[in-house]
Nanobody, 124 residues
């Protein structure tokens, strides 16, 4: 079992950068695929990025490819989402999620463990 806590959200202007962090508990953190999803008001939750449990592969939604980077530090039990060139349409609550021995799926139903979310607001 793993517990996830996101941080790093905030209000920034378009074009700015933010780095989200998601700290996980448990000694088996390195065994989990980790992903970021987001949900904007009135919209369904959508996939943003994922990294395999082995850390060898990363996956991105087309809307963030080239602007966002997912990475993990298994020593610190933390997954990061570096967000550059932010746009107003990136405004959402961002959630991290974990799947044991996952391959980095874009499907939210694959992920059993979820954080509480952190708000990201981008002003134009």
């Amino acid at each position: 079992q793993v517990q996830l806590v996101e941080s790093g959200g905030g209000l920034v202007q378009a074009g700015a950068t933010l780095r989200l962090s998601c700290a996980g508990s448990g000694r088996t953190f390195s065994s989990y695929a980790l992903a970021w999803f987001r949900q904007a008001p009135g919209k369904e939750r959508e996939f943003v990025a994922a990294i395999r449990w082995s850390g060898t592969s990363t996956y991105y939604a087309d809307s963030v490819k080239g602007r966002f980077t997912i990475s993990r530090d298994n020593v610190k039990n933390t997954v990061y989402l570096q967000m550059n060139s932010l746009k107003p349409e990136d405004t959402a609550v961002y959630y991290c999620a974990a799947e044991l021995y996952g391959l980095g799926s874009s499907l939210s139903r694959k992920y059993v463990y979820w954080g509480q979310g952190t708000q990201v607001t981008i002003s134009s």
